[in-house]
């Protein structure tokens, strides 16, 4: 069964059609590399990186309607975004909804904050 998540403020979709990644993949802790393939969800423990227990860790490619903050200290990176300083990712109405993590030196994911969207 697939889930889509939704910005819990306004209900725009954020992404659709995600499964949970199957029991036994490992998640891809390369740095520069996705850290798991499109398509899949995982629900964070809160132990793999600063998010929360219950957020959800999504591939960027995945994110839909959504765009970067316009408060560019929530923006550094070298080569992508690392997600060091807050939320860097609205969706396309303005709402805080989670952390893009896109920068060379890390596994690239996107975390959407579970206090922020809506599974369904």
């Given amino acids: 069964m697939t889930s889509s998540f939704h910005c819990s403020t306004c209900g725009i979709v954020i992404a659709s059609d995600l499964a949970p990644l199957p029991i036994g993949v490992s ?4 740095d520069g590399e996705d850290l798991f393939s499109p398509g899949y ?6 132990e793999f990186e600063p998010e929360c227990p ?3 860790l999504v591939n960027f490619r995945d994110l839909q309607h959504t765009q970067h903050h ?6 550094n990176g070298c080569c992508g975004l690392d997600g060091l300083d807050g939320f860097n990712l609205l969706c396309s109405n303005g709402h805080e909804i989670g952390t ?4 060379c030196w890390l ?3 996107a975390v959407l ?3 922020e969207i809506r599974r369904a």
């Fill in 27 to 30: 998640l891809n802790q390369k």
């Fill in 113 to 115: 904050a579970c206090g």
């Fill in 107 to 109: 596994p690239h994911h």
């Fill in 41 to 46: 969800f995982v629900v964070s423990d809160g």
């Fill in 54 to 56: 219950g957020d959800f």
């Fill in 100 to 103: 893009e993590r896109s920068d």
């Fill in 70 to 75: 316009q408060d560019g200290s929530r923006l």
